[in-house]
């Protein structure tokens, strides 16, 4: 085993407790320039991530790397105490709408807050992002319920006072019926805001049928699809 100790006390044998911040141990990776091997081109830390006590110690890594013309190192990634993993170039986690995400991207341009997906192969296969539910314990595969979400894809806004309450938009996928083996019914709905409200609203529905369902909070309008053709409106 490696280990990094650190104390503030100056005596040896001698205790006395770090604080929220304090590097515990650091690793370094350095690289000849021609003239020295004084420069790290990227660096491990590991620092205290909270408040520590007795048989309390909270901690967090930080992963820095060295941009292509420069020597000085930057924050790309980091894990907190609470095991959320955060990229870009701003490293506080923040709870964002319902939910304080385990991973999280934030940032300050486009680049620092945008993910990608590519897939480079010679066949007609592309990338994929799967969400998905299940009622079982981890790693388990019993089915949901009637109305269970599968999954959404949510658009928030900063509102002047927090991140949580801002939910503007709203793409969900449920159970559209009991479902079984070899039986997925399901239903996809699309919720936006009124000007003035925070509060998203239902607009439309595609149901397990194929049928059209559109709202404006007044009027309910179906579109069924028969014969190729659509129906008159119910």
């Not at 929220?20 to 091997?37: A, E, K, M, N, P």
């Not at 083996?181 to 149901?207: K, M, Q």
């Amino acid at each position: 085993a490696l280990d990094f100790l650190k104390t503030r006390n100056t005596t040896w044998g001698s205790h006395t407790i770090v604080q929220d911040g304090d590097q515990l141990g650091r690793i370094y990776f350095r690289g000849d320039d021609g003239s020295d091997y004084g420069n790290a081109g990227a660096a491990i830390f590991g620092e205290v991530d909270g408040t520590p006590g007795s048989d309390d110690m909270p901690g967090r890594l930080t992963f820095y790397t060295s941009a292509d013309g420069s020597v000085s190192l930057t924050e790309r990634l980091r894990i907190t105490s609470g095991g959320n993993i955060l990229a870009g170039n701003y490293f506080t986690s923040k709870q964002i709408g319902d939910f304080e995400s385990a991973l999280q991207i934030q940032g300050t341009t486009g680049n620092t807050s945008s993910m990608s997906l590519f897939r480079y192969s010679a066949d007609a296969g592309g990338s994929n992002i799967t969400l998905g539910k299940g009622r079982g314990s981890a790693g388990a595969v019993d089915k949901p319920n009637d109305g269970d979400s599968l999954g959404a894809i949510r658009f928030l806004m900063a509102n002047n006072n927090n991140l949580q309450d801002g939910e503007s938009a709203r793409i969900e996928c449920n159970i559209d019926a009991t479902p079984g083996g070899g039986d997925y019914p399901s239903r996809l709905t699309f919720h936006t805001a009124n000007d003035g409200g925070s509060v998203i609203n239902e607009r439309l529905r595609i149901d397990k049928d194929g049928d059209f369902i559109f709202s404006n909070g007044a009027l309910v309008e179906k579109v069924e699809i028969t014969a190729g053709k659509l129906s008159d409106n119910t």
